[in-house]
Structure formats: structure tokens, C-alpha cells
């Protein structure tokens, strides 16, 4: 089951009960980076604390629906002070600098930084100022997991190196919750040992993984088994999407989440639905869906791209 609401997603999420949702998987529009061409939209606001302020307000309300064991799995990038202190993307977005340069929509609002602490060229920090913000409302901040890009945006910055990473916030309702570490389980091996498991070739009449997994680099919890827990850098490449919505992280870096996050069966709400991406790994994995997305636009293309999903989960 899945099923896409149109509007402003705190307003549409006072319309779920609460406890309904197993646990969200979201990436809200990151700060100052692109104008979506919808009002009401998040991302457009004139300070960072108005920004921050305002994810830590709808991500309240995703506390409510949450079941009591639920989890918040959150992503979001970075931005830069630009030039004459004023916020803006590149030479047209009136001094914001993105995190990581791509194709950026003009986003016309030239509010200077007044009485703020952050200078020209400063890394803002939004992701850790958000994180801080939603612990302080009373989440429970449980990790922080970087997403490596190995085909990072190029940038033309020649004063720091290329940004080639973001950050995936894995923030708990309660103090215990569900969290499946078997599901995700990641293979305990490196260089020709990762070649050899891959293979399923034996080894003198032995498999790979009971070699493998005798050796030092492998954690001694499962030792013999070829596999480890879980570590908190995530190497995933992005991936282009031909839709109109260009902000969509790859189905690969979610999936761990929803794996470890929910039950077969279980609800995953994502209130920033975008393209979709979540609905669709929600349907491919037995969970049922519920995406709050403002643009209508994006709700078609959302709705098309995860009735194919479940057409052809159907067809398995």
C-alpha cells in the first residue's frame, strides 16, 4: 500500500494519527540551494536559524506519528557563506555557495547576515546545527553516517577541497527502538579476501567466509561468518535522474535505512517525497508508503515511478 499527499507536509501531517508511521526516511530541500517554484516551500528562509527553526517544527510533528520504537533517518548537505555576507548559490544566488556546486535555480533574496557570527565563505554547518536543534527537542541523536560520494559535483573552488560527502542522521523517538543490525550486515573483507567471498569459490574444500572470517581485520562478534556490523561510511555513488526533480538520492543509500529501520509490512514515511525514491525502495522491500510532497508536479512523477515499483514487486 502507498499513497502520496499533496500540500504543506507539517499541515498533512496533522492529519495522520499518531503511532501510525514505523519510521521516516527523508532528505528535506537543503538550505539556500534551489527554489523549487512552489510557495510555502523550506529552504528559502533568510537565516539559518529560521531554517533550522523550521525542520525542528515538522520533524516534531513526525515524532508524533511515530510508533514509540520509531526512527528518524535524516540527510541533508551543507551550503557556504558567500561573498558580502549575504545568503545565495553561486554569482546569481546572492552570495550562497553551495556545498557541492551543481545546477542551481536563482533564488532572489539579499537579506545580509546581520548581527550573525557567520562570515563570508564560512561552512555554515546546517547539518550539525540541525542535528543539535532536533536533540535538543528531545530526539535522541544515535549516529551520524557520512555518505561518500566517489563522483562528487565538480567544483571550481581552488581554496578547499571538493566536497565529497554528506551526512545521514540516524535520531531514535525513545531510548530504545527497532533497529534490525542483521539486516544490514556488511561483508567483513578487503581487497583480494572482498574478490574471494564474492566468488563463493571453496578453499582447500573450505569456503571463503570461514578463511575470511579468522582473520584480524574481521570483528570478532562474526568471526567466521564473513560479515560485520554495519560501519558509519557509506560509500555510494549519486545517480542522474532523467525526472524533472534533480535533488534524488540513490536508492542504494536509503535502503540500508528502511532495511534496518522497519518491519516486512512496516509504514516508511517520508514528508519531503520528492521523485519518490523512498516509496519506491519501500515497495521493493514488502513496506508500505506514505509520501507528503508540495509540488504537484512531483506527485505524479512520484506516483508513477512507485506504482511501477509495485507492479513489478507483484510480478516476483
Known sequence: MYKILQ?????????????????????????????YGVGGQI??????????????????????????????WLNLGDSYAGGAGRWGGNKNLSGFQSA???SLTQIQHTKKWEHSTIKPKDLIGIPWRVAFALQADGWYLR?????HKPNPMPESVKDRPTKSHEYIFLLSKNKKYYY??????ETA?????????????SINGKPPESIIGNRKDVD?????TGFRNKRTVWTVNTKPFKGAHFAVFPPKLITPCILAGSREGGVVLDPFCGSGTTGVVSAKFGRDFIGIELNPEYVKMA??????????????
Open 7 to 35: 500540500g504543506d507536509t507539517i499541515e498533512v501531517m496533522k492529519t495522520l494519527d499518531a503511532g501510525s508511521v514505523d519510521m521516516c526516511v527523508t532528505s528535506p530541500p537543503y538550505y539556500g540551494l534551489r527554489d
Open 43 to 72: 529552504g528559502l528562509e533568510q537565516t539559518p536559524e529560521e531554517y533550522v527553526a523550521k525542520l525542528v517544527e515538522v520533524f516534531r510533528e513526525v515524532k508524533r506519528v511515530l510508533r514509540d520504537d520509531g526512527t528518524l
Open 100 to 102: 557541492s556546486k551543481g
Open 143 to 147: 549516529s551520524d553516517i557520512i555518505w
Open 180 to 185: 534490525d543490525h542483521e539486516a544490514i550486515k
Open 189 to 201: 573483507a578487503y581487497g583480494k579476501d572482498l574478490g574471494l567471498l564474492r566468488s563463493k569459490k
Open 220 to 224: 570478532s562478534r562474526t568471526a567466521g
Open 303 to 316: 506516483e508513477k515511478r512507485i506504482y511501477k515499483a509495485s507492479q513489478q514487486m507483484r510480478l516476483l
